[in-house]
């Protein structure tokens, strides 16, 4: 069975700094390009980044831009997103996604929720 | 202010057909291929369409998805009460080098 198994979020402080982790199972997780998108509470979906197969290759949303790092270990099959210089419009469910471009975001996580307040 | 333009809510009846629009421009939709996604509340997206009209497997053929210009349709037919979820579009968009997602089109089944 293909899973995303995503960690690491929680309450942290304005300017604060979290780093989520993507855990990958049931498909060759070397072979394809991964991704993060959020949803705020009651929003609508939001890319936030996403990262080549070989990992060379990143982009960002203007809103993260500078403040997150998207970053992936094929031989651990596993996604990361560190998240720095937190602000309050950064709360939301984060979401680790397989796939990109060509074939859309086939495989979701469950998601893990991040909460930046004071 | 979503890059890609959806309908906040459709609706109508069970049995009946639906289309969701969503539109876009020439460096995204325009170029690039369209998914679809499936979100009931509390729950992650499912893809339901890719590559403007191809189902992933055990996504039934109610849905269908189609692309012209810069705009893009999903297709509902045999509406159930168990459709009654939020449906966003997105791409790729080659100019700004993002992924975009639409607003995202809440359906009622009446």
């Known amino acids: 069975e293909v899973l995303l198994l995503e960690s690491g979020g929680g309450l942290v402080q304005p300017g604060g700094s979290l780093r989520l982790s993507c855990a990958a199972s049931g498909f060759t997780f070397s072979n394809y390009a991964m991704g993060w998108v959020r949803q705020a509470p009651g929003k609508g979906l939001e890319w936030v980044s996403g990262i080549s197969v070989s990992g060379g290759s990143t982009d960002y949303a203007d809103s993260v831009k500078g403040r997150f790092s998207i970053s992936r270990d094929n031989s651990k099959k596993m996604l990361y997103l560190q998240m720095n210089s937190l602000r309050a419009e950064d709360t939301a469910v984060y979401y680790c996604?397989?796939?990109?471009?060509?074939?859309?975001?086939?495989?979701w996580g469950q998601g893990t929720t991040v909460t930046v307040s004071s | 202010q979503s890059v890609l333009t959806q309908p906040p809510s459709v609706s109508a009846a069970p049995g009946q057909k639906v289309t969701i629009s969503c539109s876009g421009s020439s460096s995204n939709i325009g170029n690039n291929y369209v998914s679809w996604y499936q979100q009931f509340p509390g729950t992650a997206p499912k893809l339901l369409i890719y590559?403007?009209?191809e189902r992933p497997s055990g996504i039934p053929d109610r849905f269908s998805g189609s692309k012209s210009g810069t705009s893009a349709t999903l297709g509902i037919t045999g509406l159930q009460t168990g459709d009654e979820a939020d449906y966003y579009c997105?791409?790729?968009?080659?100019?700004?080098?993002?992924?975009?997602f639409g607003g995202g089109t809440k359906l009622t089944v009446l």
């Open positions: 590559k403007n009209n």
């Open positions: 996604a397989k796939g990109g471009v060509s074939n859309g975001m086939d495989v």
């Open positions: 997105g791409t790729w968009d080659s100019s700004l080098s993002v992924w975009v």
